[in-house]
């Protein structure tokens, strides 16, 4: 229908009227371009409804709006227009631009959400199946007693300190005020290596050695193996664990080895424990106590726990001995101190009621996984 | 220490105390009692009853029918088998609803169709032996010769078989408390009762001693006191109840008057006693010296024993008549034909009983009261009691005065009375007369600023002994607990430090950690194959272990941690990744003691579980304590090990451990049938490499550049090699090389590999040109060249 124009006029053939028609000819084109844009827009309202795809959008996309688009096509024929016209062409050509625009936004975000719908219903999963696990390791329980156990002393002061399991049978015995014949030696069925060499019956020698180098104050724990000569059964073992403690200074008074032991065990066995001293012999110290917590079983009744006592005997502790300390050529007229000891196998037994003594060295994963 | 409370009332007026009352509070100062029991205890409805009647049962040959009284109501029907039964006989009667020793419930019941209304006891159904009351016969019922029985009466009231027995914990220190005396003087001390002690009286009257005995210590060194008394006409029969039931409670089975005599003196006054029979005394010389060296013996026991010059015997004139303070000789043994008798009352030295006894393998309760140290002074207070007793129970004539040979000096100890000291050191605040009032209970005496201390208790030598005695019975629970003052800063060494990393890094890995004996038996270096010329062999070994599973300290980790793998293997475990933190002992000089040296081992089976496992967690564990520049090699001489999989690695040239897949006879040696990897670091040499402080590097500000490269090199080139040829020839640009591919077969020629490398390279102060990147690359692949790889096309 158009026929050509040129610079701003337009000719159109209209019948044999020739230039007759101008103005209304323009009018005519006007018409078409709106309808015509009009249409684009219905037809891109129709093609957006059929496009289920990203691919079909941007398909779109490029045919209404691309640079050879349809709309585009239709808006370089502006120039036909009257200078009136153009500007109400033109935004009506922007409006539907930006309505087509627009509508294909929404279809895309519109698609969005269903494909995110779709794949949040196809991925959905049995929250019952197992986790997918890694294998982590477990702490033998006579660790991780140990380590709570030094953390309480660490944080009172004490230092860890370590020493030889082979060792000289001064160390263990004579500079211990056990000299050879003692009938105290007696108690402790000891392993030799040689005359003077065994294998410690506990973790005292570390304290004379450390006697033997550290001028006081000294507070320390030594907690390491130690060795006897007891058959394996259930509740006896050639080897165990002790952990004793040595503290040395001035003025150190037996006030002060109970209440020291009372913050601790109240650490370990609970605010409420209920302690008692009670006077025991050990050759190096003196006095001496064995120090019992209130069963917590039966609290005192006497139940099987405690073997119908009521009490339970948790370590053995007193004043270092006097002759203890001049053997380590500390004055004990200037100093004085206290020591105590506990074995770590029976405290882990009864805090998780294990019955057997052989199951921490027999050291079977299902036994160390419970911990 | 058993202890009859009937014996201990004797002495200390305890009246009727609760026994629990009495248990806690001489446990609380210091006479641990480990428990008590009354007894006759589990009998109950047991009553003193007389047959009225006996008759045959018609449907039986030897059932009886009996009527019993038993005091109130009309006689019982009861029907025994027993046949050695008369009318008027006391008996036992167990009542319908009554209980006997073991848990044996007796009810009303029919026998042969004639009810029984409860059952006649014989001594055993009691608990009691003939030894408890020697006139009884124990096959049959219990026909009761005591004076005085009530019928009705509960049994155990009427055959005195109702003391409390209470069972003590006595320290070494305390040998006096082994006796009943001793533990009454702490239970008067105690209660703050008086302790009515009784001073023995013989009357004598039977000729002089010192004419029929001769008695001298050639070894005063072991025997500081000896006294002996000579009784003669024995009369040898059972003792009285009361002596019979006094010893039965603690514990001691009664014999005849003579036996019972010594053992109740040994109870009574913790003095061990013996007797010879004066007719086997060859010369009636008693001789107190060391055994001649192979001079034999045979015990009371039957056993024949070579002695040495280190142990003290009693002689005749001729020959050994007992271990000194162990046991007599079968050669002097009192037998019924016994008609003169010498008690024995010794003090010898402890030390020298304990090896004695220790030799001739011979623990009894003599020598374990010698062991601790005895009181001399306390043998002839000893040796008067148990004359008194012989004239108490008739049971001969007993001479005048007693033959000593005394070789010590009778001097209490002095220690003066500190009392500021004590109550600084207790933190007490007592006077010094408080504190007399409590060192005079326990026999103490006092001479001005002194206290005396008596010589049965050689315990009590330092200030600080005393300050225990005045802190036991002041109460330990009276003594305040103070906190410690200054303030000390507790903290754990970077070695300590170490040591947990290397535990939280292995858990965290996915190990667990596991426990073993440090002692093993020889025979695991063979199961873990180590060569007979191991130096590794040769452990501290214990002189006498409990057995050879448990006989020398182990020289490595493996052994024990297979045990601990080849345990969970049986236990049907279907995977273990095990670690431990293990002390090996390492010999040194002769005399000395071993280098003690911490190993990390870590042993793992189960599927997927193959070489390269073991070194992902060695190279993890290492990584994650710093512990970097070292190096590995293949290491096939360790034949615990698979030849072909097994690295040693080192550090700056010293051994830190091995990796490696056990070798199959290892695994066959315990009994499992699958692989299993291992690795053993030695903790020392890791913490010495370890870079303990952290440095920052920063982050880097331009892109890094990968490049992957494709080689070819013979098969048994190790990757290494290329590595280390990739590394010379990128210099300090090089950021990472990673392996991603090893492959054999199609397209590469055999006896070749093809390995693939990507290669990052970085500049830390600027961008990589692709000209720098081409140039590196280049001088990588001529380092490649040299180390025999080129390029695969």
Redesign the interface.
Known sequence: MIGWYRGDCAFVPFGDEGFFCFSARFEREEMDMKEQLEAIRKKAEQDLLGADDKKALEDLRIRYLGKKGELTAILKQMGSLSADERPVVGQLANQIRARIDEELTARASELREAETAHRLEREKLDVTLPGKHRELGHKHPLSIELDEIKEIFVGLGFDIVSGPEVEYDYYNFEALNMPKDHPARDTQDTFYISDNILLRTQTSPVQVRVMEKQKPPIRIISPGRVYRSDAVDATHSPLFNQIEGLVVDKGITFANLKGTLEVIIKRMYGEDSVVRFRPHHFPFTEPSAEVDVQCFNCHGEGCRLCKGEGWIEILGCGMVHPKVLSNCDIDPEVYSGFAFGMGLERLVMRKYSIDDMRLFYENDVRFLKQF | MNLSMRWLKEFVPLDEMPIRDFTEAV????C?VE?WEKEGEEISNVVVGKVVSLEQHPDSDHLWITKTDVGSGEPLQIITGAQNLKVGDIVPVALHNSTLPGGKKIKRGKLRGLESDGMLCSLGELGLTKHDFPYAIEDGIFVLQEEGCRLGQPICEALGFDDMKVEFEI????PDCFSVIGLAREAAATFKKPLNLHTPAVKGGHGSCADLVKVSVEAPDLCPMYSARVVKNVRVKPSPRWMRERLRAMGVRPINNIVDITNYVMLEYGQPMHSFDYAMLTGHEIHVRRAAEGEAIRTLDGVDHKLTKDNLVIADAEKPVAVAGVMGGENSEITDGATTIVFESACFN??SV??TARSIGMRTDASALY???LDPNNCLPALDRACELVELLDAGDVTDGAVTDIHFTPECLRIRLDTDWIN????TSLSTDEMKAILSKLDCTFEGDDIVVPTFRP?LV?K??I??EI??FYG??K??????S????????PR?KFE?AV?TT??????????????ISPKYYDKIRMPADSPLRKS???????GED?SI?RTTALPSMLE?LA??YN?R?EA????ELA?V?LPTEE?K??D?RLRLICSMYGSDTDFFTAKGVAEDLLARLSVTGWDIAAFPDDPAYHPGRCAKLTIDGEELGVIGELHPKVMENYGMDCRAVSFTFDVDTMFRHAQLAKTYTPLPKFPAVSRDLALICLDITPVKVLELAIRAGAGNLLESVKLFDVYRGEQIEIGKKSVAFSVTLRDTDSTLTEERVAATMKKIIRELEKAGASLRL
């Open positions: 446990t609380m100062s210091g641990k428990s320290t070494s220190n305390r402890g030390p304990r090896r062991e601790k140290g600084r050191f207790l933190d315990d330092h600080a002994d300050a225990e802190a036991r330990y629970d003594i305040p607990g103070t906190i410690l200054g303030g000390a800063q507790g903290k754990y060494t300590q947990s535990g292995m858990l965290a890995l996915g190990a667990s950690e596991i426990m073993t004996y440090s002692f501290v070994t214990i002189s006498n272990p409990l448990t300290m601990a345990r969970n236990n475990n273990a990744c095990l670690y002390a002992y005399g003691l071993p003690e």
